[in-house]
């Protein structure tokens, strides 16, 4: 509340008599008080931050049989480094020539042309997810029939596999951005490793040397 306080005179007897000017005083009591109230309401009603973490589920090793090492069917490995480069190869890493191929080399792309390159390695569950979106907006089938069969296209097998593996050139962001590429591109069996095996890190750096 304002207060102003009341004065006069008679301004020292003789000619016009002149108004004493009063100091104005704020009395902020009411105000601080509202200002703690609110305080108080935005603490109670406040959700906290609760931070989150991308859960990634590794496979499990053979114990019975640890020679026993699963063939890369219709595989592509993804390799990330520095300046947010790609490099990659399809199926199995072989650093000689065996009967199921010459010795492995890289191919280079980045995060600007990587979705179109996974695209073209899985079109058939491509076109199905766009059937199914399609099917879906019509409303031919409903939101369950959608989570459950689009499940089903990309836990399909013959689907389109990657592995994603960072060194330590990387960003943390290009793998959350390479996982993002995977649910866009449909595919559904994919891995994330944080280290390379010896023989593609001496690859990777004389394909980075090149940079």
Excluded: W
């Excluded at 104005?24 to 009603?45: E, G, Q, R, S, Y």
């Excluded at 990634?56 to 480069?85: F, G, R, S």
């Excluded at 689009?150 to 389109?160: A, M, P």
Aim: charged share 30%; net charge negative.
């Amino acid at each position: 509340m304002a207060q102003v306080p009341e004065g006069g005179g008679d301004g020292g007897g003789k000619g016009k008599k002149r108004a004493k000017r009063g100091s104005t005083h704020i009395d902020m009591t009411p105000m601080v008080d509202l200002a703690f109230l609110l305080l108080t309401f935005f603490i109670l009603t406040t959700t906290m931050y609760k931070p989150s973490s991308l859960q990634m589920t590794y496979p499990v090793p053979d114990k019975d049989n640890p020679q026993n090492e699963t063939a890369l069917n219709n595989a592509i490995t993804l390799l990330l480094t520095k300046n947010d480069q790609i490099y990659y190869y399809m199926g199995e890493f072989r650093t000689e020539a065996t009967e199921k191929g010459p010795p492995t080399t890289l191919e280079h792309t980045d995060f600007s042309k990587v979705q179109k390159l996974l695209v073209e390695n899985n079109k058939q569950t491509v076109a199905q997810l766009n059937d199914l979106v399609r099917q879906f907006n019509e409303k031919k089938i409903t939101e369950e029939e959608y989570n459950e069969k689009r499940k089903t296209i990309k836990g399909n097998k013959d689907n389109l596999k990657a592995i994603i593996k960072t060194d330590a050139d990387a960003k943390y962001r290009n793998m959350i951005d390479m996982v993002d590429e995977m649910d866009i591109c449909g595919i559904g069996s994919y891995g994330v490793l944080d280290e390379l095996k010896p023989e593609e890190q001496a690859l990777l750096d004389t394909e980075k040397a090149k940079l």
